[in-house]
């Protein structure tokens, strides 16, 4: 596999220099700096290619063309910014970088509830906790319907954990909950989230998944054209939030997605963290059945709690099976490169993702949640091993 890394550009503590020492040899990374929904130009794609380039690696991967609202609700300047969005496909791919991860989340994309769960050995990670995103979203903001949304034990639990509350820990699980993350696509007010979620949930499940294949329909012509391949990134987390409908949850909505437009331009990216938030997703099942159309990797584990609950635990720990996963994938690359592909589709780019926040990055004051160096630098490692071994045995075999 491909070991790749996420960058934030010019502006990451974490430089170009550094990704090379931990051994990855290609990049990921998205053109931050422009406005969501408009175009990104070839000058500006250029730069950002020939400034990765300078320091021996490669840009395997943009992550992301950031999908505005528009789109995905077919409202307003839909129109144009989805031509806006073609013409980037188009630039990126003459640019010479063909992989496009993408999602397709209605108004929140990632979200956790705390940025900085302490685990027994003293480090941080990422967690989504149900009780309190349930006190969010019924006693702070207060949406109509909400208590609807959660189990009668869920509803109690997050009273309970509301009225226990200082005001600056509400404060706080607001800021993480829709004040924007790393990668993300913005922020919102309380005032203005609310107006965006009622926009989402009169589409519906079914109308909302309308309006992506809509906008498959629309732009997988241009990749294939180009030779683009656009790879979609599941919900993070794969259940609905505040009601809102989910779409890329399930192996199911995978096949329908996969079905809509059926050419080698539509493909998914495999979040382990994200498709395995849910008991239900068998990952290794899944990669067998969609490993034709998988074109991109996160490798993350978690660990998960009977009422949805997760954290982000070490990547070969957790409930996924990272070993079974890397053993499917790259079993994949051997069947491209059996069938004779170019080696430049042989190879499935994957990155270490969401890392612990390790002792000596704790007083960092620019550090991003999930994207410390240490973290992703142990968790590369571990996985590195992994694809070793793996790779050791199918020789063998």
Not at 179 to 184: D, Y
Not at 228 to 257: N, Q, W, Y
Not at 368 to 378: C, I, S, W
Request: with cysteine; net charge negative.
């Amino acid at each position: 596999m491909i070991e790749t890394w996420r960058w934030f550009g010019p502006s990451d503590s974490i430089t170009l220099r550094k990704i090379k020492q931990a051994g990855a040899s290609g990049i990921v990374t998205s053109l931050h700096e422009v406005a969501t929904g408009d175009v990104w130009t070839k000058e500006d794609i250029n730069a950002r290619k020939e400034m990765i380039e300078a320091e021996g690696l490669t840009w395997e991967v943009i992550e992301s063309i950031p999908v505005h609202n528009d789109i995905k609700t077919r409202s307003r300047n839909y129109r144009q910014l989805i031509e806006n969005y073609k013409q980037s496909v188009k630039n990126a791919a003459e640019c010479g970088v063909y992989t496009i991860c993408y999602n397709f989340m209605p108004v929140v994309d990632w979200t956790r509830t705390n940025l900085m769960y302490q685990l027994p050995n003293q480090s941080h990670a990422l967690r989504f906790e149900m009780s309190d995103f349930a006190a969010y979203d019924i006693f702070m903001l207060q949406r109509e319907g909400a208590r609807e949304s959660y189990s009668a034990a869920v509803v109690a639990k997050a009273e309970q954990v509301f009225n226990a509350m200082p005001e600056s820990a509400r404060l706080m699980l607001e800021k993480n909950i829709i004040a924007g993350l790393p990668g993300g696509e913005g922020s919102y007010t309380r005032d203005t989230i609310k107006i965006a979620i009622e926009e989402f949930i009169t589409l519906g499940t079914e109308g909302f998944r309308e309006n992506l294949f809509a906008f498959l329909r629309e732009v997988v012509p241009i990749a294939e054209e180009y030779g683009a391949r656009m790879c979609i990134h599941p919900d993070d987390p794969p259940f609905s939030l505040f009601g809102l409908p989910r779409v890329v949850s399930t192996a199911e909505d995978a096949r329908k997605l996969l079905a809509a437009y059926p050419s080698d331009a539509n493909g998914l990216t495999m979040c382990a963290g994200s498709f395995g938030a849910r008991g239900d997703n068998d990952l290794v099942q899944m990669v067998k059945e969609f490993c034709e159309r998988i074109y991109f990797v996160h490798l993350r584990n978690v660990t998960r709690e009977e009422d949805g609950s997760f954290y982000e635990s070490d990547h070969l720990d957790g409930d996924n099976d990272m070993v079974g996963l890397v053993e499917a994938l790259m079993s994949e690359e051997k069947r491209r490169r059996n069938q004779g592909l170019p080696s430049a589709l042989c190879g499935i780019p994957m990155r270490p993702d969401h890392g612990h926040l390790l002792e000596d990055e704790l007083k960092q004051a620019d550090i991003k949640p999930g994207y410390g160096y240490m973290g992703r630098l142990k968790g590369l490692a571990e996985l590195r091993g992994v694809m070793h071994a793996v790779s050791a045995l199918m020789k063998r075999s």
